[in-house]
C-alpha cells in the first residue's frame, strides 16, 4: 500500500502534469470506482492539488473536490508512468482488464485509473462534504500544525502501545507502518510502550525523526517495501528502502549496537525493534 511519502511523490508528479488543465472527458469502466455525477467534472479546469495523509485531492473550478484514495492496488498511468501499485507492463495496452477508470485531458493527456481489487475510489465532494469526510482523520505530518506539543497530545489520549497509536489515522494522518517503526527505532523507544506514558522529551524525539524519514523518503521516491508495492513514476522502484533502519530487517544486525533485530506482531502488523536500544521502562 502506497504511504504518505509515495502519495506525496505522486502528488508532485500530477501537478507537473496536469495543473491548468480541464477534464474533457471520463469513461467509466467499474461504476463502483467512481462516485457521484461525471456531469460535475467534465469541463473543469483542474486549479490545485493537495494531499492529506494518503488522500490525494484534487481541486476544480467549480469548487467541487475530486478525492483520490488507491488503497491496496490502485494505480494511476499517465503516458510511461505509473504511479502507486506496480505492475508488469503497466504502461502497455492501456486500457486493460484491470482499468476502471479514464480520465481525459484538454492536452490530450490520459489517465489511467486501475485496481485489480477494486478498493480504491475516486469520489467529488462539495468542499463541506470534504471537511465532514477527513473531519476524523488526525493531522498530516506535514501540516503545520503538527508540532510536537500535539503529537505528544494525541499520545496521551491511549493506553494502548505508542506504535499503535502512530498508526491510528484519527490520531495523525499518513504515519504508515514503515514509518512508525523506524521513528521508534531513531528515537530509543519499545513500541509497546503505554503510549500515555510517553514523555514530552520522547515525543519530541519521535516528530524530529518522523519528518526527518518521511522528508527523506520523499526526496528519494518513496518506498519499495519488499512486496513491491510501490513504484516510483518512472516505472523504477522507490529507493527508499534502502534507509529502512528496522523495517522488515528482522534477526539483522541493529544499525546502532549490532544486536538481531527482533519482529513481533502488534495489532497484526509486523513490528521491528532493537531489544537492546529499544527497552521498556522499568515500571512495566
Ligand atoms: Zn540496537
Redesign the pocket.
Known amino acids: 500500500m502506497p504511504e504518505l511519502p509515495e502519495v506525496e511523490v505522486v502528488k508532485i508528479f500530477l501537478e507537473d502534469k496536469l495543473l491548468h488543465q480541464t477534464i474533457t472527458g471520463l469513461e467509466i469502466l467499474n461504476p463502483k470506482s467512481f462516485i457521484g455525477d461525471k456531469k460535475d467534472i467534465i469541463g473543469q479546469k483542474i486549479v490545485e492539488f493537495s494531499r492529506t495523509g494518503k488522500q490525494l485531492s484534487i481541486y476544480l473550478k467549480s469548487g467541487l473536490i475530486l478525492l483520490v484514495h488507491l488503497k491496496m492496488t490502485g494505480q494511476l498511468v499517465l503516458g510511461n508512468f505509473v504511479l502507486g501499485h506496480p505492475t508488469k507492463d503497466a504502461t502497455k495496452n492501456l486500457p486493460n482488464k484491470s482499468t476502471r477508470l479514464i480520465f481525459k485531458f484538454g492536452n490530450k493527456l490520459i489517465l489511467f485509473f486501475n485496481d485489480q481489487r477494486k478498493f480504491g475510489w475516486v469520489k467529488v465532494f462539495s468542499p463541506d462534504e470534504l471537511s465532514i469526510f477527513q473531519k476524523s482523520l488526525g493531522l498530516d505530518i506535514f501540516d503545520p500544525q503538527f508540532t510536537p506539543g500535539y503529537l505528544h497530545q494525541q499520545l496521551q489520549k491511549t493506553s494502548r502501545p505508542v506504535k499503535l497509536a502512530l498508526l491510528d489515522q484519527h490520531f495523525f494522518a499518513g504515519i504508515g507502518n514503515i514509518y512508525a517503526n523506524d521513528s521508534l527505532f531513531l528515537a530509543k523507544i519499545h513500541p509497546q510502550t503505554i503510549s500515555k506514558n510517553i514523555t514530552l522529551l520522547q515525543a519530541k524525539k519521535i516528530h524530529h525523526f518522523l519528518i526527518e524519514i518521511m522528508r527523506q523518503s520523499v526526496l528519494s521516491g518513496g518506498s519499495t517495501a519488499r512486496d513491491n508495492k510501490y513504484v516510483r513514476p518512472d516505472n523504477t522502484f522507490g529507493q527508499n528502502q534502502f534507509f529502512f533502519r528496522v523495517y522488515q530487517r528482522a534477526r539483522e544486525p ?1 544499525p ?2 549490532t ?1 538481531p533485530i527482533k519482529r513481533i506482531s502488534l495489532g497484526g502488523r509486523g513490528t521491528f525493534y ?1 531489544p ?2 529499544q527497552k521498556l521502562p522499568a515500571k512495566l
Open positions: 541493529c546502532r549496537c544486536t532493537c537492546k536500544c
